[in-house]
């Protein structure tokens, strides 16, 4: 099976702030990764797709990129609204797998 | 309007068997593949499974032995079950319609709690 290990596992941010997630592949998963945001109580939200790819309605403060084995998550100026949890998936391979997830709190 | 909705007992007794539904709008089962996905509390998520638009599964590995996923597309219904439940299956469980190969539409969850 693919490894997803996301870091960090939690992380205190401050409004204004540039944040940044990372998950590194344990094999190639070319760009079948894809971010989701969930708020307690929430489902998964899907944000970023095909690595770097916004979905629909996401605000362009989100954004994903890759850098080898490495994807990464940059919100670029912190809202308040973006606090939760944020898990990667792979999806290039069977069993599909998430990230650890990490949890984004105001500093 | 795509929408998934998951429904099912909120409570299951240990060693007994699990049966969940995922009824959709919106769109077709024989258009679309449809995912299981549980996240115990407090913890990430976990992939359980996969019905295809053409009817076939695949499992996760560590369930396989266990769970069982099928449907009836005429009801636009993907059903789950899951047997020998233990208390570390309770969980919040989903379904999750896929789109260019990842997950882009999610039911709201159900909780199952596995206690006696």
């Known amino acids: 099976d693919i490894q997803m290990t996301q870091s960090p596992s939690s992380l205190s941010a401050s409004l204004g702030d540039r944040v940044t997630i990372t998950c590194r592949a344990s094999?190639?998963?070319?760009?079948?990764l894809t971010w989701f945001q969930q708020k307690p109580g929430k489902s998964p939200r899907r944000m970023i797709y095909?690595?770097?790819n916004l979905a629909a309605g996401v605000p362009s403060r989100f954004s994903g990129s890759r850098s080898g084995s490495d994807y990464s998550l940059t919100i670029s100026s912190l809202e308040s609204e973006d606090v939760a949890d944020y898990h990667c998936?792979?999806?290039?391979?069977?069993?599909?797998?998430f990230g650890a997830g990490t949890k984004l709190e105001l500093k | 309007q795509v929408q998934l909705k998951e429904s099912g007992p909120g409570l299951v007794q240990p060693s007994q068997t699990l049966s969940l539904t995922c009824t959709v709008a919106?769109?077709?089962?024989?258009?679309?593949?449809v995912h299981w996905v549980r996240q115990p509390p407090g913890k990430g998520l976990e992939w359980m499974g996969v019905?295809?638009?053409?009817?076939?599964?695949r499992y996760n590995s560590a369930l396989k032995s266990r769970l069982s996923i099928s449907k009836d597309t005429s009801k636009s219904q993907v059903f789950l079950k899951m047997n020998s439940l233990q208390t570390e299956d309770t969980a919040t469980y989903y379904c999750?319609?896929?789109?260019?190969?990842?997950?882009?539409?999610w039911g709201q969850g159900t909780l199952v709690t596995v206690s006696s």
């Open positions: 999750a319609r896929a789109q260019y190969t990842t997950l882009a539409y």
């Open positions: 919106g769109f077709s089962l024989t258009s679309y593949n």
């Open positions: 019905i295809w638009n053409t009817g076939g599964t």
């Open positions: 094999q190639d998963i070319g760009n079948y």
């Open positions: 095909g690595a770097t």
């Open positions: 998936l792979q999806s290039i391979q069977y069993p599909y797998t």
